[in-house]
């Protein structure tokens, strides 16, 4: 075992410690959510980000959201996009930001007008500041940081790392949720989404981090294992959180992750020269049989149940009559109050409280897309179609940037079932946006 594959080990190790500690020591989280955001403060200083190091904090902050959440370790429950922007602005102290970022600054600005609305609409008894804040956090989050990563030239190796630190806080995460429920079998008793095999937490969103974290090592499996070792390492906890991911029973996220595997290789497949696709066949063959190995695992352990889940059907074996547990109502009433204000929209945050005067429930929107309708008109219109479109014409220049559509796949279709509630869609978008080159660019650049 060389030096690489031993400092990889260790923190590998480390993050599985740390899962272990946080479980049995439920106070530690609060230390550990602390000291990474006071250890990332000091390291991105003592380097002045030289190597992107900010990046690489906010992307570690991103990852351990979900984790710090379940086990009340955040400093506040939305610090971790505050944390994210916190370093990004960091890194721009001492490397800038790009100046040709100007779509993002339009997004921006798109966003002002149904703020100001929502200051004289919302509700009386409405905390105003910390209700806009709450729903408008994510947006300015991909904006702040999409400022920087613009075109911003990094490595291959450097992308891997960024990946790497949104990954190994998963790791910690998957090792938790083993330890809260260890025996599966005991608690799956439907189809229906499981708090129980989540940690306690929104099935939801701790789908949608292992559906990313299974990415993650899967990648490292085709890209960044040198070795028998690394390989098998990789492989191993790929498995392990393709599994935890699997038993919530929450769809969205892991099928996300499946889409962002399969356009990785296809990427890869047809870059490659016939002896790059030679050795892509045998690792296609592992991860296929490693990924049919863990669903008939998963099959077995919930007693069939995963396959019905899949297949839309109940525990008895029925087709529900959708598929999407009431997220349509919402999204309809959201294009409804589109249609009554198509051009500003209703306002931020102001979405919820008017479906609950129509409906009488207060529920949340789930769907980004629909949410920036309702609530922010043409201009959110105008503000999505800039996202979308925007990497796509990076991608027309820089067509090496193996994970780009990966990336955009993966904020698209959770922006569609889990809103913005976490930094992760937003830092994963941005990206998006780097120049990823094969060597570290010269200093004269």
Avoid at 243 to 268: E, H, K, P
Avoid at 324 to 342: H, K, Q, S, V, W
Wanted: net charge positive; aromatic share 14%; glycine share 8%.
């Amino acid at each position: 075992m060389n030096k690489e594959e031993q400092s990889y080990l260790y923190l590998i190790l480390l993050h599985i410690a740390i899962g272990i500690v946080i479980y049995t020591f439920p106070f530690t989280a609060k230390i550990y959510g602390y000291s990474m955001f006071l250890l990332g403060v000091y390291y991105v200083i003592k380097t002045q980000n030289k190597n992107n190091e900010a990046l690489m904090a906010a992307a570690y902050i991103a990852g351990a959201e979900v984790l710090l959440r379940m086990t009340g370790g955040n400093i506040s429950y939305e610090f971790s996009k505050y944390g994210v922007m916190f370093f990004v602005l960091i890194g721009m102290y001492f490397k800038g930001f790009s100046k040709g970022a100007i779509p993002y600054w339009i997004f921006l600005l798109l966003l002002v007008p149904s703020v100001i609305i929502s200051s004289f609409v919302l509700n009386f008894d409405t905390n105003i500041r910390t209700t806009i804040a709450f729903n408008i956090s994510g947006p300015v989050c991909l904006a702040v940081v999409s400022i920087y990563t613009y075109r911003r030239k990094v490595t291959l190796e450097q992308m891997n790392s960024f990946l790497l630190c949104i990954g190994l806080p998963i790791l910690s995460c998957a090792v938790y949720l083993t330890l809260y429920t260890p025996n599966v079998r005991d608690v799956i008793t439907g189809t229906q989404s499981n708090f129980e095999t989540s940690g306690g937490f929104g099935p939801n969103q701790v789908a949608t981090f292992l559906g990313l974290g299974m990415f993650i090592f899967f990648s490292r499996i085709v890209l960044e294992s040198r070795s028998k070792f690394l390989l098998i390492l990789n492989l191993i906890i790929a498995l392990n959180i393709s599994y935890r991911g699997m038993v919530t029973f929450s769809r969205g996220g892991m099928i996300t992750g499946f889409l962002m595997i399969v356009l990785l290789l296809s990427f890869l497949y047809f870059k490659s020269n016939f002896r790059g696709r030679v050795k892509l066949n045998y690792i296609l063959v592992i991860i296929v049989v490693a990924m049919v190995a863990i669903w008939t695992y998963t099959s077995f352990q919930t007693g069939g149940l995963i396959n019905k889940r899949y297949a839309n059907q109940d525990a008895q074996g029925r087709e529900k009559v959708n598929q999407f547990t009431g997220r349509e109502d919402i999204a309809t009433t959201e294009i409804n109050m589109f249609l009554d204000n198509p051009i500003f929209g209703v306002g931020v945050a102001k979405g919820a409280e008017v479906r609950e005067l129509e409906t009488g429930n207060f529920s949340a929107s789930h769907d980004e897309i629909t949410r920036m309708l309702a609530e922010h008109g043409l201009l959110g219109i105008i503000g999505l179609l800039i996202l979308f479109f925007t990497p796509l014409v990076l991608y027309l220049e820089n067509k090496f940037n193996m994970f780009l559509l990966c990336f955009v796949a993966f904020w698209f279709l959770t922006i569609n079932h889990a809103a913005m509630r976490t930094a992760l869609p937003a830092l994963v978008y941005s990206l998006s946006l780097l120049n990823v080159q094969l060597v570290a660019p010269s200093k004269k650049e």
